[in-house]
């Protein structure tokens, strides 16, 4: 079946650090790929997204790149932001109508 | 601008009580659906909706059920609750149920729920 591995947290990051959180997946025929973050206290908000092999999703500031050659999703940010701490959820659909989840990966970015 | 709703936010419930969480979306979304979270493991899915009137089970379906009277509530209900039981449940919704094309998905703020 479809799956999700998501690198393991907390991550620990200074304001203005270089982010990468680690996603790779393993699924048949060709999943749309999702990034969700969820803020303390509050549900899933989609980050981004990408559909199809080579697309790059990006949002507030954000990017990921779907790699179908490495089954990858690696979620990046240039500067992260005391506001960025939150839980980051990598996902993916296969099949029509179920979403898979990894694990999350809890980011805390200090001043 | 509402989106997904659910209610109650907080709740503590005795082993073997029932009760239901509600889950309301007013985008007149086809798809809708329960999620489970719990510590390490992600999101699980419980049961989903693709209409008014159909209901399919997901990976961790027992102990709850589902009814879609509506396109607009989706309610989760707890039989008997268990221990087991304890987590934060999502409520979400999509336009269509094809989420393999890319489809948002909009969760609800969730709820928290403790069996004792």
């Known amino acids: 079946g479809n799956s999700v591995t998501q690198m393991e947290g907390p991550v620990t990051l200074s304001e203005e650090a270089f982010l990468t959180i680690n996603c790779t997946y393993t699924?048949?025929?060709?999943?749309?790929l999702f990034w969700y973050v969820q803020y303390p206290g509050e549900g899933l908000q989609l980050l981004l997204k990408a559909t199809k092999a080579d697309d790059k999703g990006s949002n507030k500031g954000f990017e990921a790149t779907y790699r179908k050659e490495t089954t990858s999703f690696h979620l990046e940010k240039g500067s992260v932001q005391v506001s960025d701490s939150a839980v980051y959820f990598c996902a993916l659909t296969g099949t029509a109508s179920k979403l898979t989840f990894g694990t999350g990966t809890r980011l805390q970015v200090t001043l | 601008n509402a989106g997904v709703t659910q209610t109650p936010k907080f709740q503590v419930l005795k082993t073997g009580q029932s009760m239901t969480l509600q889950c309301a979306q007013d985008?007149?979304?086809?798809?809708m659906s329960w999620y489970r979270q719990d510590p390490g493991m992600g999101l699980r899915l419980i049961h989903y909706?693709?209409?008014?009137?159909?209901?399919d089970q997901g990976e961790v379906p027992n102990g709850y059920n589902v009814s879609r009277s509506t396109t607009e509530d989706f309610p989760l209900r707890l039989l008997s609750a268990a221990p087991s039981q304890t987590s934060v449940y999502f409520c979400?919704?999509?336009?269509?149920?094809?989420?393999?094309?890319?489809?948002?998905?909009?969760f609800g703020e969730g709820s928290w729920l403790t069996v004792v």
């Open positions: 985008m007149n979304h086809e798809y």
């Open positions: 979400a919704s999509s336009r269509t149920r094809a989420l393999s094309s890319g489809n948002t998905i909009y």
């Open positions: 909706s693709v209409g008014a009137g159909i209901t």
């Open positions: 699924a048949t025929g060709y999943p749309s």
